[in-house]
């Protein structure tokens, strides 16, 4: 029970890989607050019939209005936001697209939940963390930035985006006693991704392949890092993109 007393809000945490975050942080006893567009509620009632303190919010990640709702009725429920994991994002239903072929919206809209969506999160969240003395951010970021992965240029700037907003956002809460670090997943067969057969025609085969552990990688993969993360065991660690993907991108 290392998070005891901790409250954690986790962005798209209603499914995949937020789901089984905020499950684990649960079971090291926080309280986790649930923000996602869809299925908030649901999960969040799943989650507390098995004894865990959750909440549910209904929220769009692009929306100020929306994170400072969330903010509000963490603290109202629980007291404050001690942890927060941006997990929000789009990439499941991206289709694979050479960069010339790709609609400026499209881009617009990627760069809005996996870059703004980061930043409003943060903005809305970090308040709550000053006042309580420190605080936890960890940005779901990808291991594809590191490689290079072609045709799929708006998803892989943004993730691009977010490990350069961590290192940036690390200096700015130093001071503050708040850690800022970057999970970096590698292709990860939560549901939505197995929904995207395109997504697993292209990429399943030819990343298993390219691992140093030669398998598929489960939301579960992730859950052991967020939690260290999370924890007072990572109380001098900042700034930084833990890579959990197998041994794929190495750095």
Known sequence: ???????????????????????????DG???????????????RALAAAGYKALGVAADVTSPDDLARVAAEARGAFGGIDILVNNAAFFASIEPTPFEDIDPA?????????????????????PEMKRRGAGRIINLASGAPIKGLPFML?????KGAVI???????RELGPHNITVNA???????SENILKNTAHVAKFRDAVVKSRAIQRDEHPEDL??????????????????TLVVDGGSAMV
């Open 1 to 27: 029970m290392k998070l005891a007393g901790r409250t954690a809000v986790i962005t798209g945490g209603a499914q995949g890989i937020g789901r089984a975050i905020a499950t684990r942080l649960a079971q």
């Open 30 to 44: 926080a309280a986790v607050v649930l923000a996602d567009v869809q299925q908030a509620a649901e999960t969040a």
């Open 106 to 126: 499209a881009w617009r809209r990627v760069m809005d939940v996996n870059t703004l969506g980061v930043f409003l999160a943060a903005r809305a969240c970090v």
């Open 154 to 158: 708006h998803y892989v700037t943004s």
């Open 164 to 170: 350069a907003l961590t290192r940036a956002l690390a």
């Open 183 to 189: 999970l970096a997943p590698g292709f990860t067969l």
């Open 223 to 240: 859950v052991g890092a967020a939690s260290f993360l999370a924890s007072d065991d990572a109380a001098f660690v900042t700034g930084q």
